[in-house]
């Protein structure tokens, strides 16, 4: 019998996945929406206002809200891809805690510019990353649900464009929004909430099910776990995207660094910042894209992911004793490169190696912890490396764990060779 509870058992006559002319752009609407609703607050918004509230000290505040943001994504992403795999409704089970997520996300950034404390920030920002983390749960297992290993490359190269554009779009939002700060912040939320909307609209889902295990608290606290044991490669895709985001991570602090060490004023910020990001998002395009197509065509991963890491070091250590404009310019486009190349393959590795079709959100969380625990460690690290040598050791220190990446990307499995227990694959068919 059909209900309309979120956790019960659905009997939708409509079975079948969205066609793929329709799947590619809705999903890349949802991590559009998701990198706008995240990264342009990060990259610009965030220290603007905490300039105007605590002034001297804002750089501090910023690690500390960031940090807190980022655990909470962190903690929350595995929890959010287990309610997404267990849940059962009309709509699916990735399409309501997409829309929810969202709804919820804008909410909270609205709210962000009527602050007047730092901890008032902290709270929200808590609120924005774990909204967004089970938008993000839900729209990432779509790609194991739903696209055949064939044309998996093609379209986590397509995501990675829309999760390098998303920050571009958002600061054009931004600085096309009417004056005054709280204008940015909601011309943010809404551009992001509209893309996740279209993105549910364009969508549909297999009918549901009642398999697996039922959503209870034991099941929610064991989304945490998996035995590196038993999935080995599952393990080594984690280390390998853990690592190399280190190295992208060091973008949170590219707005203090161009405040600090070229005294770039707050009028000429926002121009600065946008340029930088037009050029990142020209190299990312480009980078993603064909990295995406040409990885499928030959039927290799890893000397991408390699590749990608070593370009990031490249890019740290150039930024790392940059004197001029010129250097900065040169090392994001080395950084964008490296960014595009990562993003077209880095998924379609993780999807390769997941133990189960069953739990994928759930698993894919916990690759989404890779991503968060980097924004969480690298805030509470950067206070310490800057006092001992600027942005120098800062920068120089991510590099390494570039490097590390490269190195931990040699365990990785090659495309075919996965083997091991949790094997499976997507028996589906498109229009």
């Not at 404009?325 to 997941?354: N, P, W």
């Not at 931990?408 to 060779?417: D, F, I, M, Q, T």
């Amino acid at each position: 019998m059909a209900t309309t509870s979120l956790f019960a058992p659905v009997e939708d006559p409509r079975d079948g996945v969205t066609p793929m002319r329709r799947l590619a752009p809705a999903v890349m609407m949802s991590e559009f929406a998701y990198a706008i609703a995240l990264t342009t607050p990060v990259q610009l918004l965030l220290a603007l206002h905490l300039d105007a509230i605590v002034g001297v000290g804002a750089a501090t505040a910023f690690g500390v809200i960031t940090g807190f943001g980022a655990l909470v994504a962190i903690l929350s992403s595995p929890v959010a891809g287990r309610i997404s795999d267990r849940t059962r409704s009309r709509l699916g089970r990735r399409r309501p805690w997409m829309l929810i997520g969202s709804m919820f996300g804008a909410l909270a950034l609205v709210a962000v510019p009527f602050t007047t404390e730092v901890w008032q920030i902290v709270l929200l920002w808590c609120g924005v990353q774990m909204a967004c983390t089970f938008q993000r749960a839900a729209s990432s297992a779509l790609v194991a649900d739903q696209v055949v290993e064939e044309r998996t490359g093609r379209v986590t190269g397509l995501l990675g464009l829309a999760a390098a554009s998303g920050p571009l779009v958002g600061l054009a939002v931004a600085n096309a929004a009417p004056a005054g700060r709280a204008g940015q912040w909601l011309a943010v939320a809404l551009f992001a909430l509209g893309a996740t909307s279209v993105a549910f609209l364009l969508l549909r889902e297999p009918r549901s099910d009642s398999s697996g295990s039922p959503l209870n608290l034991r099941t929610v606290a064991t989304a945490f776990w998996f035995d590196p044991r038993r999935h080995p490669a599952f393990a080594w895709a984690w280390i390998v995207r853990f690592l190399i985001t280190c190295a992208y991570a060091s973008s949170t602090y590219s707005t203090f660094f161009l405040m600090e060490r070229f005294d770039t004023n707050a009028q000429e910020l926002s121009r600065v910042v946008l340029l930088l990001g037009l050029l990142t998002i020209s190299c990312v395009a480009v980078s993603c894209v064909a990295a995406g197509y040409l990885s499928d065509w030959v039927r290799r991963q890893k000397p991408f992911v390699a590749f990608s890491g070593v370009l990031a070091a490249a890019a740290l250590v150039l930024m790392a004793w940059a004197q001029n404009m010129t250097l900065i310019y040169v090392g994001v486009a080395v950084m964008g490169i490296s960014m595009g190349t990562f993003l077209a393959v880095d998924l379609a590795v993780c999807v390769r190696v997941l133990p189960s079709r069953t739990d994928s959100a759930r698993d894919l969380g916990i690759f989404n912890v890779a991503n968060s625990l980097p924004d969480s460690l690298v805030p509470l690290a950067a206070p310490v490396l800057l006092m001992i040598g600027g942005y120098t050791a800062l920068f120089g220190t991510l590099a390494v764990f570039g490097l590390l990446g490269v190195l931990a990307c040699s365990r990785l499995p090659e495309v075919g060779r996965e083997g091991g227990p949790g094997r499976w694959t997507v028996p589906i068919t498109r229009s």
